[in-house]
């Protein structure tokens, strides 16, 4: 355990940092970030920030000196990074979990290697792959780059109509490595979000109901309307994903739910996780403190809720409902900072509570 009074150091700035930083702060945790960016969400909250880019030797260096323990808030460190800063201080969630999550295709193999059922899937390299895998797919599926992208980025659609054409798609996500995912019939989207601790201690909180726009995360449902069966499948996922990454700190795992029952997971994010922002306003302990107390060597919380609640996400000009947001009985807001709203820009976050337990 690393006691309060103690300095943890965050790798990137955004929001997710900045609710980590101010959940260090409840527990008297100092913090310090690594971002290129000046005035970035998080150091708006930190005690220090050092402006360099995340694989800056001297930086990283600085950060190790400064910091009792390193955690992250985006899956996008470079794992080199990670690992160097692991030979001299803990980082946590380990390495191991960032070089899994940024390649969709060691994810998806690592997922399948774990037991956890996934939407079938195959490797393209190029564009004749790309032909023989929508072949395969009925001509159906979503071409993803292997790495980076997110909300909806690096991804192109394909839903079987005459005119679509593999050589166009390919050219469209840049010609570079991709994965094309087989199309589901879900009935809902749904997340998990869970803890691990350093001894094996693990805590799930309640399963999330997801609504997307856009391919950006718009409302999360707390609870879900899955039955029980299919929540008990999705914490047990994520209790091996966990356990097959020997992980340390919170995860967010993202499910389809099909119609039959199966449920099929999509993808996970070593971090936190935006459909678990709804635990600041309906648990006791939320994600980031779970978070921070999980690197730090903490007893993990409880993760029951006491309010069943709708979280949705502010984006772009969204901000402009503020007035009528702080007006209204029930919602918890939360904005991030950010100077400028752009369309497809996270601002903030408001979690509604529809009924107390």
């Not at 190029?126 to 909300?151: M, P, V």
């Amino acid at each position: 355990m690393i006691a309060p009074g103690s300095t943890i150091g965050i790798i990137g700035g955004g929001q997710l940092g900045r609710m980590l930083a101010m959940a260090a702060a409840r527990l008297g945790y100092r913090t310090i970030i690594l971002e290129p960016q000046k005035d970035c969400p998080a150091a708006q909250v930190a005690n220090e920030q050092i402006v360099a880019a995340y694989d800056d030797p001297n930086a990283l260096e600085q950060l190790a000196e400064l910091s009792d323990v390193i955690t992250y808030e985006f899956e996008n460190v470079p794992v080199d990074s990670a690992e160097m800063l692991n030979e001299s201080i803990g980082v946590f969630p380990p390495p191991e979990a960032l070089k899994v999550s940024q390649d969709r295709v060691t994810e998806k193999r690592f997922l399948n290697m774990a037991g956890i059922q996934t939407a079938p899937w195959r490797i393209v390299e190029n564009e004749g792959d790309l032909e023989a895998a929508l072949l395969a797919f009925e001509g159906k599926g979503i071409l993803k780059t292997r790495r980076f992208g997110y909300d909806g980025k690096g991804q192109v659609r394909f839903s079987g109509k005459k005119g679509e054409s593999a050589k166009a798609g390919f050219a469209a996500i840049g010609s570079v490595p991709s994965i094309l995912e087989g199309l589901v019939d879900f009935t809902r989207e749904i997340s998990v979000i869970a803890a691990r601790d350093e001894t094996g201690n693990i805590r799930i909180y309640d399963i999330a109901e997801n609504v997307h726009k856009d391919g950006i995360l718009a409302t999360s449902t707390v609870p879900a309307s899955v039955s029980s069966t299919i929540a008990g499948l999705a914490a047990d996922s994520a209790r091996k994903l966990l356990e097959a990454l020997n992980y340390v700190g919170v995860l967010g795992m993202e499910f389809f739910v099909l119609a039959n029952g199966t449920l099929l997971a999509n993808e996970f994010a070593p971090r936190v996780h935006n459909s678990g922002h709804w635990t600041e306003a309906a648990c006791a302990v939320s994600q980031f403190e779970q978070h921070i107390r999980a690197v730090a060597g903490l007893p993990l919380g409880d993760t029951r809720r006491h309010s069943d609640c709708i979280m949705e996400n502010l984006i772009g000009d969204d901000i402009e409902k503020l007035p009528a947001i702080l007006a209204e009985n029930g919602a918890v807001l939360h904005l991030y900072g950010k100077a400028e709203a752009r369309a497809g820009r996270k601002m903030g976050h408001v979690t509604r509570i529809t009924k107390r337990l």
